[in-house]
């Protein structure tokens, strides 16, 4: 039903095209082959990946307007569902409408043209955490307490395929950065110093933290600063922002009230030959056994929901990840897409350990949904 009334606002070309191209088998690309390519940026190797987005693009973004045109439970007719849509379709419409790419001149007008598309889809993540909101206050509540399945794994593929087009975006157009900073090639950081971004992250964290309670934990770092390896700075500070803040804000709320000095928040930075791995340590009181297994699903948060302001459309695009239940399940994708995990151990009434696997390797290939 859902897909028959998308159909009707979209013109029948349109749509056999859409389908035509979502049907297509995906390509997927590691990190390897990212920093590999991408480290001779040549007029010849940007035309070569001008001409694989010009391709690769509109298969994965053609796969997510069908995703989108058949949710359950009446999400895909959510107006902030729709709107979201109409983001892929215009930037479908807009990637399947530039002419072969041939010389360096098309690949220019390509690259400006992707990075538009990329700025388009910078609201998705609260626009469609604005959709879940619209369709929770919908549907009967014996439905929203039970695990609805079909729309967690929608999401996650949805996210996924997100990270990546935005990393594809990306990768190519910082690969046209005339004054590129040392050691990076595009996105990626050939020598990153995971101490010294899980520092910026968890200043930023803490800045956060005082911005909204007058006071911070302290936040203690051991690993060795002159250690690094190849990753993705960008995706290293969003992953460890997220969980730093979650342990800041447990710790705070746990010692608000006390006579004692907030323990610190604890992080050791491990260097193993497969992964390089994180581990968050907080003595926030932990997360009780039930909730634990809810917190990688899309409707669970720790936090106060801010959307009970039940914000319109407009307003949508100021939200943050925080509170919505979006900022774990998401970090855990992003650690997935370069072949990481995350996974989170609770002691209830003592406090929580994260730990962040980041793949050394840099060899796996994405994730295609």
């Known amino acids: 039903m859902a897909v028959k009334k998308a159909c009707e606002t979209m013109s029948k070309n349109l749509v056999e095209e859409v389908q035509r191209w979502g049907s297509m088998k995906q390509t ?31 298969i994965r973004i053609a796969r997510r307007v069908l995703d989108l045109d058949s949710l359950p439970y009446g999400l895909s007719e959510k107006p902030a569902v729709l709107k979201v849509r109409d983001w892929y379709l215009d930037s479908f419409r807009d990637v399947r409408s530039f002419p072969d790419i041939k010389d360096t001149n098309d690949e220019k007008e390509f690259t400006d043209m992707i990075k538009a598309v990329k700025v388009r889809h910078n609201n998705v993540v609260p626009m469609m955490a604005l959709g879940v909101k619209q369709l929770k206050k919908s549907l009967n509540p014996k439905i929203v307490n039970e695990d609805l399945v079909e729309i967690h794994q929608f999401l996650d593929r949805f996210y996924l395929s997100r990270i990546g087009l935005r990393m594809l975006i990306g990768q190519h157009v910082e690969l046209h950065n005339p004054n590129p900073p040392p050691h990076t090639v595009g996105y990626i950081h050939t020598k990153m110093s995971p101490v010294e971004v899980i520092r910026n992250a968890s200043e930023d964290a803490r ?9 911070a934990p302290d936040v203690t770092i051991y690993g060795d600063p002159t250690f690094t390896f190849a990753y993705v700075p960008l995706h290293l500070h969003l992953m ?12 705070q709320e746990r010692f608000m009230d006390s006579d ?6 604890r992080i050791v930075v491990a260097d193993g030959i497969e992964d390089v791995t994180i581990k968050i340590s907080d003595e926030g009181g932990g997360i009780r056994r039930s909730g634990l297994r809810k917190i990688f699903t899309y409707l ?6 801010s959307f009970d302001s039940d914000p319109d ?7 943050t990840m925080a509170g919505y239940g979006y900022g774990i399940p998401i970090t855990r994708l992003y650690a997935r897409y370069f072949g990481g995990d995350l996974q989170i151990i609770s002691m209830e009434g003592y406090g ?3 730990y962040l696997h980041l793949s050394r390797l840099g060899d796996s290939q994405e994730p295609l949904p």
Not at 28 to 53: C, D, H, W
Not at 300 to 305: E, F, P, Q, R
Request: hydrophobic share 40%; net charge neutral.
């Open 313 to 319: 459309l407009e307003t949508a695009d100021a939200i």
């Open 260 to 265: 004692k000095v907030a323990p610190p928040v």
């Open 28 to 58: 997927g690309v590691s990190l390897r082959y990212m920093m590999e390519f991408g480290s001779k940026p040549t007029e010849r190797n940007l035309l070569i990946s001008a001409q694989f987005l010009h391709k690769e693009l509109p």
């Open 207 to 215: 800045a956060l933290c005082f911005r909204e309670y007058g006071s």
């Open 240 to 251: 460890v922002f997220e969980l730093v803040k979650n342990s800041l804000r447990a710790v």
């Open 300 to 305: 669970y948060s720790t936090a106060g929901n």
């Open 352 to 354: 929580t350990d994260a």
